[in-house]
C-alpha cells in the first residue's frame, strides 16, 4: 500500500509539472492568439477588446490556476477559433484515437507472443534468424514511413483500400473496419518487433536458470516447462514494454491519421496549433501526457502485484 501511495503522489506531482509547463510554454512562445482569431480584420482597438475577452490580460498564475481547476472539473475551456467547448472537439474525435490505438495494441499482444515464443523455441535455426532480421527491419521504420508503405503496398497496387478515402464509423461500420485495420496494423509493427525481440531473449535468459533445470529434472516436458515457468517469468519485462507501448499508440495514433487522412485529435491538434488555438493544443498535450503517466502508473502497480519482490527491494533501498 506504501509502494502505491508513493507512485501516486509522484504520478499527481509529475502531471502538475507537465500541465504547468505546458501552459507556460503556450504562454511565452511568439504569436498573439488574439491577432490570429481576428486575422484581416485585426485593428489595436479590435486586438485589445479580443484580448480582454479571452482573458489574456489577466496575471499568468491566475490564468493558469482557473484553467487547471476547470481541467480537472473536464473543462477544458472555449476553443479561440470556434467558440465551442474544447471538450466537445475532442469528445468527438477521441473514438477514432482509441479504437485505433487498442485494436493496434491487440494486433501487437495476439502476434508478438506466439512469434517471439517461437524464436526462442528453435533459437539459432533458420527461422528464428530470419525472425531477427525482419524485426531489426520494423524496428528501424516510423510509423509514418510504415504508414505510407502499406498505403502504396496495399491500397495503390492491391487496392484493398481507397487511400484518403476514411469511413466513419457513423455512416459504414464494416467500412470503417476494414480502413481502421492498416493504419492499426502502421502503428502495431514496429512495436511487434521490438515485443519479439523482448520475449525472445527473455524467454532464453530465463531457460537457463536453475529452476527451470530442477522442472526438467521432475520429468516435465519442454511444452510445459516453457508455458508454466518460463513464460511467466519471461513477461514480466514484456508487461512493462506493453505499457509504454500503450501510452506510445495514442500518439502514434495521431501521427499515422497523418498518412490515412483520418479525422481524429491529430488534425484538431494541428489546426489548432496553425490557429494558435492553445486551449485545444494545450487540452490535447496535457491529455496525452496524462494517459502516458497515468498508463506507466498502472503497469507498475500491475508488475508489483506480479512480482512482489519489487516491492520489497524498493523498500530496502529506502530504508
Not at 531489426?136 to 491500397?155: A, D, K
Not at 520429468?219 to 517469468?233: A, E, P, Q, W
Not at 502516458?292 to 508489483?304: A, H, R
Request: with cysteine.
Amino acid at each position: 500500500m506504501r509502494y502505491v501511495l508513493k507512485k501516486l503522489a509522484t504520478t499527481l506531482i509529475t502531471l502538475l509539472c507537465i500541465s504547468f509547463l505546458v501552459y507556460l510554454a503556450f504562454d511565452i512562445i511568439p504569436g498573439d492568439a488574439a491577432l490570429a482569431s481576428l486575422g484581416t480584420d485585426a485593428t489595436p482597438e479590435r486586438i485589445e477588446a479580443v484580448r480582454e475577452e479571452l482573458g489574456l490580460n489577466r496575471p499568468f498564475m491566475e490564468r493558469y490556476a482557473d484553467w487547471l481547476t476547470g481541467f480537472v472539473r473536464g473543462d477544458f475551456g472555449i476553443s479561440y477559433k470556434y467558440n465551442v467547448p474544447v471538450s466537445e472537439m475532442i469528445l468527438s474525435k477521441l473514438p477514432i484515437n482509441v479504437v485505433m490505438a487498442v485494436t493496434a495494441f491487440i494486433i501487437m499482444a495476439g502476434v508478438s507472443v506466439p512469434v517471439g515464443i517461437y524464436s526462442a523455441k528453435h533459437k539459432g535455426k533458420g527461422v528464428d534468424r530470419l525472425i531477427i532480421v525482419v524485426n531489426q527491419v520494423m524496428m528501424s521504420v516510423p510509423h509514418f514511413f510504415m504508414g505510407i508503405l502499406i498505403t502504396y503496398i496495399f491500397g495503390l497496387i492491391f487496392k484493398i483500400f481507397t487511400p484518403g478515402g476514411f469511413v466513419s464509423y457513423e455512416t459504414d461500420l464494416g467500412g470503417f473496419i476494414l480502413y481502421m485495420i492498416f493504419p492499426c496494423i502502421a502503428i502495431a509493427l514496429p512495436k511487434i518487433a521490438m515485443s519479439v525481440k523482448l520475449l525472445r531473449g527473455s524467454c532464453i535468459e530465463e531457460a537457463g536458470k536453475d529452476y527451470v533445470r530442477t522442472a526438467y529434472s521432475k520429468g516435465n516436458n519442454t511444452s510445459k516447462v516453457l508455458y508454466r515457468h518460463v513464460l511467466r517469468n519471461a513477461m514480466l519485462p514484456v508487461i512493462t514494454l506493453w505499457g509504454m507501448t500503450l501510452a506510445d499508440m495514442i500518439v502514434g495514433s495521431i501521427v499515422i491519421e497523418q498518412v490515412f487522412n483520418i479525422p481524429g485529435i491529430g488534425r484538431i491538434l494541428l489546426t489548432s496549433i496553425s490557429y494558435r488555438d492553445y486551449p485545444v493544443v494545450e487540452a490535447i498535450i496535457v491529455l496525452i501526457a496524462l494517459v502516458v503517466i497515468v498508463t506507466n502508473f498502472c503497469v507498475d502497480i500491475i508488475y508489483q502485484i506480479v512480482d512482489p519482490r519489487i516491492s520489497a527491494q524498493k523498500n530496502s533501498l529506502s530504508k
